[in-house]
C-alpha cells in the first residue's frame, strides 16, 4: 500500500519559517520524480517545487529563494525547508510521488500552512 504522509504544518508569523516533512512508504522512493505542491482556498493546485531522481530541482518562481526541497533516499522522504513565509503561502501543502515511465502518480492527504500575525 503507498502511503505519503506530510507534517510540519501550522501557524506562523510572515517573516517566519517552517519545515514540511514527507514520509513514503510502498514505493520504490529513489525511482520517484518528488514534489510539492499547494492549494489555497478558491485556487487551483500549484506546483511548489520538484526533485528529480538525480537531486535536480525546479522551483516556482513565487518561492525561488525562499524554499528549499530535499530528498533523503534512505528514509525515503521529502523535505521543504520554508524560510521568509508571507500570507500568500498560505495553503494546504501536498507531497506528490511520480513514476514518469510507469505513469504511477500518488499524493499526500496535505497539510496546512497558514501565515498570519
Known amino acids: 500500500q503507498v502511503q505519503l504522509v506530510e507534517s510540519g504544518g501550522g501557524l506562523v508569523q510572515p517573516g517566519g519559517s517552517l519545515r514540511l516533512s514527507c514520509e513514503t512508504s510502498g514505493i520504490a522512493f529513489s525511482m520517484y520524480v518528488m514534489g510539492w505542491y499547494r492549494q489555497a482556498p478558491g485556487k487551483q493546485r500549484e506546483l511548489v517545487a520538484i526533485?528529480?531522481?538525480?537531486?535536480?530541482?525546479t522551483y516556482a518562481d513565487s518561492v525561488k529563494g525562499r524554499f528549499t526541497i530535499s530528498r533523503d533516499n534512505a528514509k525515503k522522504m521529502v523535505y521543504l525547508q520554508m524560510y521568509s513565509l508571507k500570507p500568500e503561502d498560505t495553503a494546504v501543502y501536498y507531497c506528490?510521488?511520480?513514476?514518469?515511465?510507469?505513469?504511477?502518480?500518488?499524493w499526500g492527504q496535505g497539510t496546512q500552512v497558514t501565515v498570519s500575525s
Open positions: 506528490n510521488a511520480r513514476d514518469f515511465g510507469l505513469q504511477l502518480n500518488y
Open positions: 526533485i528529480t531522481t538525480r537531486g535536480g530541482t
